[in-house]
């Protein structure tokens, strides 16, 4: 099995800054990809940032330029560092990870979720 644990979330105001950390433990033979989504109250998951391999990212539009995805593969770690925040940045912040727990399967895990709320 394998647990992903997020935590950096919090309360901030707008304009500030929070880095959400995302620590995969358990069977883990190697990680193909990680990545952040989000849920607002009343909408749907959305896709924040992703990381290929360790380095290929991608980011959603309304992120680009504020967000920063990075993993520290040693750690079996992601981060995601959030600058510039805005209210509607206000979310339950869920990282995920493509793990392959031997050289046949690979596996999607999710965490738990952290909140991040930003006050206007």
């Known amino acids: 099995q394998v647990q992903l644990v997020e935590s950096g979330g919090g309360l901030v105001q707008a304009g500030g800054s929070l880095r959400l950390s995302c620590a995969a433990s358990g069977t883990i033979f190697s990680i193909k990809a990680m990545g952040w989504y989000r849920q607002a109250p009343g909408k749907e998951r959305e896709l924040v940032a992703r990381?290929?391999?360790?380095?290929?990212?991608n980011y959603a539009d309304s992120v680009k330029d504020r967000f920063t995805i990075s993993r520290d593969s040693a750690k079996n770690t992601m981060y995601l560092q959030m600058n510039s925040l805005k209210p509607e940045d206000t979310a339950v912040y869920y990282c995920n990870a493509n793990v392959m727990v031997n050289t046949k399967y690979e596996y999607l895990y999710w965490g738990q979720g952290t909140q991040v709320t930003v006050s206007s």
């Open positions: 990381i290929i391999s360790g380095s290929s990212t």
